[in-house]
């Protein structure tokens, strides 16, 4: 993700946070400084952040490692000011193993509030609840109310909450999946329109914000789901493109660049005889022009690290591809060959088109 900083690795899963956390911290500061105006009290209320945000990571990773055991690579976490999130590079196909991996990131937090209650009763240290403040009061108390809201929260039937996908889940294993997407995507944005009455009733901004967010994450996955499922049992060969061009590790910048001037390719596949080596992207192509000019070999900004498909493959299977390797051009091989490309472009015109046919519908004739 863009704008992120890594700030640690474990279990081969780079930990990121986002730019716009800073400003959460930042929001932080000034609130509880206003407040007390002492060093002692704004450090606090940092720590008291950096501990929910541990939860959070915590929370994430107990989805990372469920999917682990199914087989699912997670690319890796990033921290955001609303929560936490673990990109993995598929979600499972069966809604059980699906139903396990959405459950285990509010299972974390269920453990780590009962270690916090046990604690508190260990030592009889509750406080009053009236006592307990957003700011103030008990670290450890306000840490385990923290921990409860977040279970209720992110069980909430909204996608792209743990709810919403616990019942996407439920429902995947009644009916087919993209009907169960959608279902669980109507019932989060029926929520969302609740929350924003909701909002606008109390004058919280902060619940109308959330509504956006559970919105967009609901109408998003539907449509995943719904291309997903148009794209099922055709072969990359179908919807491929074969009149392409390609480069040689040895050409240059300026060969590129006349070959994006000529035509409507944007990237391109580099081949060593019959074997691809890497990929030129057109982004990295104009940084290199920026920095080094006209005169740098392909090889020397190719990328090495790129994903392909057989032709033989399911437009499904390449779908997924798409969305783990984070590009828009995927080299497509017979036999280790080279034979055509594969685009998010191409791909979108295909099955703009294939809706069109379906759409058509015999028109009868007057006798």
């Not at 780079?14 to 609130?31: C, D, E, P, R």
């Not at 909430?156 to 169960?180: K, N, S």
């Not at 909002?199 to 902060?206: C, K």
Request: overall charge neutral; hydrophobic content about 55%.
């Amino acid at each position: 993700m863009k704008w992120s900083w890594k700030i640690g690795q474990w279990r081969g899963i780079a930990v990121y946070v986002h730019a716009t956390f800073l400003i959460l911290i930042g929001f932080v500061l000034l609130s509880h400084w206003s407040q007390g105006h002492t060093i002692q009290a704004t450090l606090a209320g940092v720590g008291f952040i950096l501990a929910i945000f541990a939860c959070v990571v915590l929370h994430e990773f107990g989805h990372a490692l469920t999917a682990a055991r199914f087989g699912i690579k997670t690319r890796d976490i990033t921290l955001l000011p609303i929560g936490g999130v673990a990109r993995l590079e598929r979600m499972p196909e069966d809604p059980i193993q699906e139903l396990w991996v959405a459950l285990a990131g509010p299972a974390v937090n269920v453990v780590i509030a009962g270690v916090l209650f046990a604690w508190l009763t260990f030592t009889a240290s509750f406080a009053p609840v009236e006592e307990m403040t957003a700011t103030s009061g008990s670290f450890v108390q306000r840490l385990l109310a923290v921990n409860v809201f977040l279970v209720l929260f992110n069980m909430l039937p909204a996608f792209p909450m743990d709810g919403g996908r616990v019942l996407r889940a439920l429902l995947a294993t009644r009916i087919e999946y993209t009907r169960a997407t959608q279902i669980a995507a109507n019932v989060g944005q029926a929520m969302a329109l609740l929350f924003v009455f909701v909002g606008i009733f109390i004058r919280h901004p902060f619940l109308i914000f959330i509504a956006f967010f559970v919105w967009i994450g609901a109408a998003q996955e539907a449509s995943m789901a719904q291309m997903k499922s148009s794209l099922g049992g055709i072969p990359v060969a179908s919807a491929m493109l074969t009149d392409f061009r390609a480069l040689k590790p040895s050409d240059s910048v300026q060969q590129a660049i006349d070959l994006i001037l000529s035509g409507s390719q944007q990237d391109f596949p580099v081949v060593d005889g019959d074997r691809v080596v890497g990929v030129l992207m057109r982004a990295d192509l104009f940084t290199s022009l920026a920095q080094n000019g006209q005169g740098s070999a392909i090889a020397n900004i190719m990328r090495r690290d790129f994903a392909v498909v057989d032709d033989s493959e399911m437009l499904e299977a390449a779908f997924e591809r798409f969305q783990s390797c984070e590009c828009l051009t995927i080299p497509v091989l017979r036999k280790q060959v080279l034979v055509g490309l594969l685009t998010m472009e191409n791909v979108g015109e295909f099955i703009a088109i294939r809706t069109a046919l379906k759409s058509l519908r015999p028109v009868g004739v007057d006798a």
